[in-house]
Nanobody, 125 residues
């Protein structure tokens, strides 16, 4: 089992930056691929970024160049640094962990099994 707790959301203005954190507890964080998803109001949840256990990174096109995912295995934490925020980035952001260990196929959202409770990010124009 993996437990995930997100923090760092808030209300910001367009163009601002924000850093989300996700603290993990449970087994084998360093062997897990980790990801961030988001759910805009009235829309489906969408994949945002992922980082493999070997620290390879993946971003969806809409956030490339603006968001950076990173991890600190010593702190069992994954981060999402968001810059140049836009109103369309408004969403509940979720952290997720892969149910598998030590696998390189980390860009398929179907493998993310453990979820946090989410943190709200609101970007005003």
């Amino acid at each position: 089992q993996v437990q995930l707790v997100e923090s760092g959301g808030g209300l910001v203005q367009a163009g601002d930056a924000l850093r989300l954190s996700c603290a993990a507890s449970g087994r084998a964080f360093s062997s897990k691929n980790m990801a961030w998803f988001r759910q805009p109001p009235g829309k489906e949840r969408e994949f945002v970024a992922a980082i493999s256990w070997t620290t390879s990174k993946y971003y969806v096109d809409s956030v490339k160049g603006r968001f950076t995912i990173s991890r600190d295995n010593a702190k069992n934490t994954v981060y999402l640094q968001m810059t140049s925020l836009k109103p369309e980035d408004t969403a509940v952001y979720y952290c997720a962990a892969d149910r598998r260990d030590n696998t390189n196929y980390y860009t398929n959202p179907v493998y993310y099994y453990y979820w946090g409770q989410g943190t709200q990010v609101t970007v005003s124009s």
